[in-house]
């Protein structure tokens, strides 16, 4: 079995992901006129003129937060300021908004990349979920630009995937954050259980279970599950963040065994449409 990486080493393929990830939207974004900047992206009411601002005023607050947190001085940004920031970002000249996205990215992860193991491990940063290390923040600043570079392909190509590099380095944090993004109200009073079997480079099987509309992770999969699903962790990522479509599921009918309408309400939960 091999190491878990340091988390320096871990926060170093990150950064280079991210970058990646960045570099690929912004040359995507240059090609782009006028009309299609402000066309809709598979997230509800954001052109893509949105999302990259949203991805380059993310990285700056962010940075600031981490920079705050540890100098002692926990920086927090409220709802209306970060709209407002956003804004304001948005506003700037096509060729300057993509330039900041790929100047913020770096410069966030030029940051974190000089910090110790300890630093990085450190739960200081203050996020809606309570204080967070910046390890897991640096998760989130690819997680964000990863799910949004798909965001802005999948309605003009529908078989448009996550980065598979991505994919791989983000699958423990999506099942990590997958319980908060189930939506409680769709799972109801159902209960169910479900086997995800991520075909990567190993074979892993993990659950899914739900009773009284929270969703539950665990590191082993039910012994009888209602439903198995076969997916690489691209499909994973993009199932537990609600980017998995129905129609890409019933496309993937092989992959499923057992109940799908449980597997259907699993999707609908996510937020997928």
């Known amino acids: ?26 040359a995507y974004a240059r090609e782009l006129d006028p009309a299609a900047w402000e066309a809709p992206t598979w997230c509800p009411g954001w052109s893509v003129r949105e999302i990259v601002a949203h991805l380059a ?31 304001e970002v948005k506003a700037l000249p096509t060729a300057e908004l993509i330039a ?22 450190r739960a200081i940063v203050p996020m809606a979920a309570g204080l967070t290390p910046i390890l897991q923040v640096a998760y989130l600043r690819l ?9 802005v392909l999948a309605p003009s190509n529908p078989t448009a995937t ?12 999506a099942l990590l954050v997958a319980p908060r993004q189930a939506s409680r109200e ?11 079997a991520i075909d990567g480079a190993a074979t892993r099987r993990v659950g899914l279970t739900w009773h009284d509309g929270a969703l539950t992770v665990t590191p082993t999969a039910p012994a009888a599950p209602d439903a198995t699903l ?20 019933d496309r993937n009918a092989a992959g499923i065994e057992g109940d799908r309408e449980r597997v259907a309400l699993l999707s609908r939960a996510f937020g997928s449409h």
């Open 143 to 151: 997680y964000e630009p990863a799910l949004h570079r798909w965001d």
């Open 1 to 26: 079995m091999s190491a878990t990486p340091a988390p320096r080493a871990t926060v170093a393929s990150l950064g280079a992901a991210a970058r990646r990830e960045a570099a690929a939207l912004a």
């Open 100 to 121: 900041r996205l790929e100047a913020n990215t770096a410069a966030f992860f030029d940051s974190v990349e000089r910090l110790d193991d300890d630093d990085l491990t």
């Open 230 to 249: 076969h997916l690489a962790p691209e499909s994973v990522v993009r199932l537990t963040s609600g980017r998995l479509p129905l129609a890409a599921l």
């Open 57 to 87: 005023e993310g990285m700056d607050r962010f940075g600031r937060q981490v920079r705050g947190a540890l100098a002692g001085q926990p920086v927090e940004f409220s709802m209306p300021e970060r709209n407002a920031r956003r804004a």
């Open 162 to 173: 996550v980065d598979a590099v991505a994919a791989d380095l983000l699958l423990d944090y």
């Open 186 to 196: 769709v799972l109801g009073d159902t209960r169910g259980a479900c086997a995800l």
